[in-house]
């Protein structure tokens, strides 16, 4: 059974920085891409960050030069480090994991940027 566990969110004041972990366990086929998601109540849940097999990063626009992705030497763990946080990164941010067969989902862990 697949599990995804996530940490590291929480309330930060604007301009200030996250490093949110994703450790995947129970993968037994190859990764193809690991990464995260994020949603706001009302919203559709949005790309932000993904690192596939290639070594490849792609990050949504709106978060391109403050996050960085970055995987573990298992590669079965991901990061997501966010620095300079907006008001408007508040989200429920979730990780993910594809392998040949199906993607997977965290529960999600909460961000909130606020004064």
């Known amino acids: 059974q697949v599990q995804l566990v996530e940490s590291g969110g929480g309330l930060v004041q604007p301009g200030g920085s996250l490093r949110l972990t994703c450790a995947a366990a129970?993968?037994?086929?190859?990764?193809?891409?690991m990464g995260w998601h994020r949603q706001v109540p009302g919203k559709q849940r949005e790309m932000v960050a993904v690192?596939?097999?290639?070594?490849?990063?792609n990050y949504a626009d709106s978060v391109k030069g403050r996050f960085t992705i970055s995987r573990g030497r298992d590669m079965k763990t991901v990061y997501l480090q966010m620095n300079n946080l907006k008001p408007e990164d508040t989200a429920v941010y979730y990780c993910?994991?594809?392998?040949?067969?199906?993607?997977?989902w965290g529960n999600g862990t909460l961000v909130t940027v606020s004064s």
């Open positions: 993910y994991v594809t392998d040949r067969l199906k993607t997977y």
């Open positions: 129970g993968i037994r086929l190859a990764i193809y891409a």
């Open positions: 690192s596939d097999i290639g070594r490849n990063f």
